[in-house]
């Protein structure tokens, strides 16, 4: 249980800086992902092509 929670934990910090980096790399390319709980998920639990489909969904 306690591996878990653990694991879920890191994804969760791995979205979070992700979405930073994205969104201070971007910024100059006017790229944006709004960081909320989705997304952190999405992009914790999915990683790189998480991302992509973030970055992908908000060119549409």
Do not use: E, Q, S
């Not at 969760?12 to 100059?28: E, M, R, S």
């Not at 999405?42 to 991302?51: A, E, H, Q, S, Y």
Request: zero cysteines.
């Amino acid at each position: 249980m306690l591996k878990n929670i653990k694991w879920v934990i890191k994804n969760v910090l791995i979205g979070i800086v992700a979405l930073y980096v994205v969104n201070f790399l971007g910024l100059d390319l006017n790229i944006f992902i709004p960081i909320n709980i989705i997304t952190i998920l999405i992009v914790g639990f999915l990683r790189i092509p998480g991302l992509v489909i973030l970055l992908i969904l908000t060119k549409l």
